[in-house]
């Protein structure tokens, strides 16, 4: 075939007709009708010829959709993959704290658009929040002593449902007493940060710093790490900042303010949450104000 169309080629003459003989492929007195503008040329031979181009050109762009689709699938299942290695392999309880959360909202639900406070047993024993950061519409959802993934695991259950223009988080001091590592606890509150900005890409999120309270002073290095990479996230990221109340929990001399906390020296008191409020409420105050 590449012959007889080597020869087709040689042969048009201006009026576009074609006659002669190559080889064994014959050609006699037949006129070649070649249409410039298109490239069209309606031998019946030199036909067959460029559609057996265009078949082979085919199976090649076939071949590289499909790879580019197998390669973009590998990605997507690996970054999934990876999510889920975060927190599948932990243990999730607190069903039922979560379950009374589902029922309460049924009865009162709280209004959409507020904002929400949601984490830990620091954020759970917060029984004044409200009080203390009227007018503002807050309500709470912390629960147990949840940790990061199992705040992961309840965002469709105690977050999403109630699209709130702002959220205050406070977890991983759990994951740092079950010895989870500061990298796989930050990428866990990751998580959380991007699941909020694929759904609610308006929502203002709001990290406090993992305490370093006095209960956990041999794992200090731990929740410092923690909190250097959740602030560095932050300060890279759109509608996410850092809130650090660790300065209050120390005194002049670096030592831990102890008539802050309860008898554990890790949850703390209603003075301590005075103070929390202190420091948290005039920064959501404003970004709700400028909602």
Known sequence: MDRVARWAASKVD?????????????IY???WNVEKTKGACYHPDIAVIRREEKQMKRPHQVILILVAIFLIGITVLSIRRIQKSLFSNHPVFFAEEVAAFTREDQVNPPPKGGIL??????FREWSQLEEQMAPLPVFNRAFG???TWEVLHYMDNIVFPY???IIVYYCGSNDINALEKPEDIFQRIKQFSQNVNEKLP???LYFVSINRA???IDKWHLVDTTNMLVKEYCSTTEKCEFIDVNPILFDKENQPRLELYQEDQLHLNDKA?????????????????QE
């Open 145 to 147: 002593g949840s940790r």
């Open 202 to 204: 308006e929502t203002q």
């Open 29 to 31: 007195g037949v006129a």
């Open 273 to 289: 949450y005075e103070e929390f409020a202190a420091i948290i409420k005039p920064i959501i105050e404003k970004a709700w104000m």
């Open 14 to 26: 201006p009026t576009g007709s074609l006659f002669g003989q190559s080889g064994g492929d014959r």
């Open 214 to 216: 006095p209960e956990k």
């Open 117 to 122: 406070f949601i984490g830990s047993s620091i």
């Open 163 to 165: 699209e709130p223009k």
